[in-house]
């Protein structure tokens, strides 16, 4: 081009420029990115003084309400469904997320390692240089305030269990309030609000606030259905992996933050955890008020054989962590062990209830901390295994970020998390189920799961190093 334009007399130079408008549809998975249309726009030289036409605004198009050949869902709160689509024809369906989400897709600049220019000239040494090459890489002072409110959010999430118990404590330490202390933790060792099922702690208000959206958008979270379910059935989630924390299980199905209510609509979910998590004071109340409930067989029984729209439990659903403290242990970062093969409790009890079991996979979940590889030194894996045996829970050694840096810390990493819930397996009910019965159910089950994976693995875990792996 060069060459051409120096053969042009200068007299007869003419600039031209141009926009090439464009309207071009890339599709990937259900992703659709409308171009608007540019003016065109043309200057050179001798150019007379007559007044030229305002240039027109670019006409605004209207977002098209098909995606992949499907047509978005809406609701009263005119919150969009999008459908993903896979080469295979499957189809994914979740809530529309805030504008901000491809955003929060994009990695910090400073958590990829600066790369050093070679120079011409030979220099001495730079000063503050030290810092740039430090293990510990510090986050810049120009943050988004909303980035900020992530962090806290997140934060007060990971250390809500010391905090209420510090404030309990500073409570003790203040004479003229034991007299209310002490009947409050004889009402907490005694009440049975975890196991009775009736959920009458539990605030929807609280669990709609918009703050989760926050938490959810940190990583950022996305909560997807492969298919709808029916409101006049029960239902026992299995959410895979259980990672360090299960972020994903919480951003689900704690909170109103992904839109569990819009792609499942009529189903009541309740999140299970440890019954020790009850017995802390204050922390027990935030839980409750949470919709969380006791993980123990009294209160899962309860909470599928009572209330619903029937009062026998129709349109509920609890969401179990299956792998437990074990599966804690293999949480390393693109990777996918599962603690399953000889965990069946679950499926024993959804066909007690007469409940269909649903997988979850959370794409994303190992990837938010790194762990100490305990494998390599017996003596620490079986202090933690001692330990799990002990008190119901073990301790990974894990760390990722802190708050004002991207290297140390107990703050998760800023990675995207997708929680996939699969097809249901239906199951018959008894009140004695049969081993042979429970063996199928849980192999379909199983198959249920590795479907899951390898349907979403090449969209979801584009960086993994192995495949799904299930070990006893």
């Known amino acids: 081009m060069a060459q051409v334009a120096q053969a042009i007399p200068n007299e007869l130079k003419e600039t031209y420029q141009s926009s090439v408008s464009s309207n071009s549809k890339q599709t990937h998975h259900g992703v659709v990115n409308d171009e608007i249309e540019q003016p065109m726009h043309f200057v050179g030289d001798g150019e007379d003084d007559a007044p030229r036409s305002p240039v027109r605004k670019p006409h605004k198009r209207n977002g098209s309400l098909r995606v992949n050949g499907h047509k978005k869902e809406g609701n009263d709160h005119s919150l969009l469904v999008e459908k993903y689509n896979t080469p295979d024809g499957e189809i994914l369906t979740s809530v529309k997320p805030e504008a901000g989400y491809e955003e929060s897709l994009r990695t910090d600049e400073k958590e990829n390692k600066p790369q050093t220019k070679q120079d011409e000239l030979v220099s001495g040494r730079r000063a503050g240089a030290g810092w740039d090459n430090s293990g510990i890489r510090f986050a810049p002072l120009q943050v988004p305030l909303k980035r900020r409110l992530q962090t806290g959010m997140v934060l007060f999430h990971t250390l809500c269990m010391a905090s209420f118990l510090t404030i309990f404590f500073f409570l003790c330490a203040i004479p003229f309030l034991w007299p209310l202390l002490v009947p409050y933790l004889i009402y907490v060792l005694l009440s049975s609000a975890p196991t009775s099922g ?3 702690h539990r605030s929807e208000f609280l669990r709609s606030l918009p703050i989760w959206s926050l938490f959810a958008s940190y990583f950022p979270a996305r909560l997807h259905r492969s298919q709808e379910l029916t409101a006049t059935r029960k239902y026992v989630f299995g959410y895979h992996p259980h990672g360090i924390i299960s972020h994903g299980a919480f951003a689900s199905f704690a909170t109103e933050a992904l839109g569990f209510s819009q792609l499942f609509p009529g189903i009541v979910n309740t999140l299970l955890t440890l019954d020790t998590n009850f017995r802390i004071p204050l922390y027990r109340d935030y839980a409750l008020a ?34 437990g403290a074990r599966e804690s242990l293999d949480a390393r970062p693109h990777s996918l062990r599962l603690v399953l093969k000889r965990r069946k409790g679950f499926v024993k009890l959804a066909i007690r209830t007469g409940a269909d079991l649903v997988p979850v996979l959370a794409f994303g979940e190992n990837e938010l901390y790194d762990q100490f590889q305990a494998d390599a030194h017996p003596f620490i894996h079986k202090t933690q295994m001692i330990i799990k045996k002990v008190l119901g829970f073990t301790i990974p050694l894990f760390h990722a970020r802190g708050v004002f840096n991207y290297d140390v810390g107990l703050m998760p990493y800023r990675r995207p998390l997708n929680v996939v819930v699969g097809r249901p397996v239906k199951v018959e009910q008894h009140a004695k189920p049969e081993d042979a019965y429970i063996a199928e159910i849980h192999e379909l089950y199983v198959r249920e799961l590795e479907r899951l994976w390898h349907e979403w693995k090449d969209v979801f875990a584009k960086n993994r190093t192995g495949e799904l792996e299930i070990v006893a």
């Open 290 to 323: 949470m919709g969380l409930a006791s993980v123990s067989r009294e209160s899962c029984e309860n909470l599928l054989t009572k209330g619903g729209t029937n009062g026998e439990g129709m349109g509920r659903a609890i969401t179990i962590v299956v792998g």
């Open 198 to 200: 009736q959920l009458s």
